[in-house]
């Protein structure tokens, strides 16, 4: 069965149809149209989050969306089902619509006019700052479950997304490289929650791609790879794909800074788990894309320039 088929089979769980392709990666997103109006289709990657783990994303997504957050909630199907089992055994689900462009794209410079580049940065960092306040504020349920992120998830012996230091393509002073960044965040964030670190439920991936911008305002999407983690890491994230951007510490900074409003946050911390973001988008790539595949290269010398420049 194609991808669009497989969509058409999905959307008739939602009384509606499929109005275009938006992107097939590890999942695949279609625009849709509801009796309700437009919306978001989702056909969940097979293998990565069980059935237990999305339920357990929607749920949350639909509490900070009732608290007033910018993020989609969970539509139910025609069944009142949030979570729909296709025939082929794939996982889909539907989400509101989400009105805005894509904050950027990665590899790519920042999109918007000069004068807006910090102050984008420094509402993300509200919003980010929203999103783990009125987090805090929710009681999860009792068979809430989705990925940790936490030291073992980040640099322990088998991370949630891979042994980075071992990635094939690493030439011998990268590998030597990246098992120094390990040692050293295993350390630092072992201090840092000793120290009392806050953590909890995190987005993980705040990747331009997953920032809408519409007028002045921001929303966050995707919530497929979001779990147990340091909060800071969303900063981390978000700072990850700007490190070649000549701004960076001024980004960095209006970042910290908007988070900071009402939660703690300073550039050391955020530059600390900015590296371990850059290693574990190494530790992504290793088993997802194809050998020759240019992303290798690029996401090796981005971890250890950064690991480099943070070590120092």
């Known amino acids: 069965m194609t991808i669009e088929a497989l969509a058409d089979e999905a959307v008739s769980h939602w009384n509606g149809k499929v109005i275009r392709m938006l992107r097939n990666r590890e999942n695949a997103v279609f625009e849709v149209a509801l009796p309700t109006g437009r919306a978001a289709l989702r056909l969940h990657r097979m293998g990565y989050q069980d059935d237990a783990a999305i339920r357990s994303e929607l749920w949350w997504c639909a509490a900070l969306a009732a608290k007033g957050v910018a993020v989609p909630a969970a539509l139910p199907s025609r069944s009142g089902d949030f979570l729909v089992k296709l025939s082929n055994g794939r996982n889909a689900s539907t989400i509101d619509w989400m009105e805005g462009d894509a904050f950027g794209e990665a590899g790519q410079p920042l999109p918007c006019p000069p004068d807006q580049r910090l102050p984008r940065h420094h509402a993300l960092g509200v919003l980010l700052a929203q999103v783990h306040t009125a987090t ?39 590998a030597e490289t990246l098992r120094a960044a390990r040692d050293f965040l295993r350390a630092q964030i072992s201090e840092h929650k000793q120290n009392g670190g806050d953590f909890g439920p995190i987005h993980a991936d705040v990747l331009r791609e997953n920032i809408l911008v519409n007028k002045d305002s921001l929303s966050l999407i995707d919530f497929d790879d979001s779990g147990f983690g340091f909060r800071l890491y969303d900063l981390g994230t978000a700072l990850s794909q700007n490190l070649h951007e000549p701004d960076y510490p001024e980004i960095r900074d209006a970042l910290v800074a908007g988070y900071a409003q009402t939660r703690p946050a300073t550039a050391a911390l955020a530059d600390l788990f900015t590296l371990a973001r850059c290693c574990a988008s190494v530790g992504w790539a290793a088993p997802r894309l194809a050998a020759d595949d240019p992303v290798h290269t690029s996401h090796l010398a981005r971890a250890v320039n950064c690991a480099q420049r943070v070590m120092a």
Not at 152 to 161: Q, R, T
């Open 136 to 174: 805090d504020q929710l009681t999860l349920p009792p068979d809430f479950t989705r990925p940790r992120w936490d030291i073992d998830g980040l640099v322990g012996e088998a991370p949630f997304w891979g042994r980075f230091w071992d990635h094939p393509a690493a030439t011998p002073a990268q």
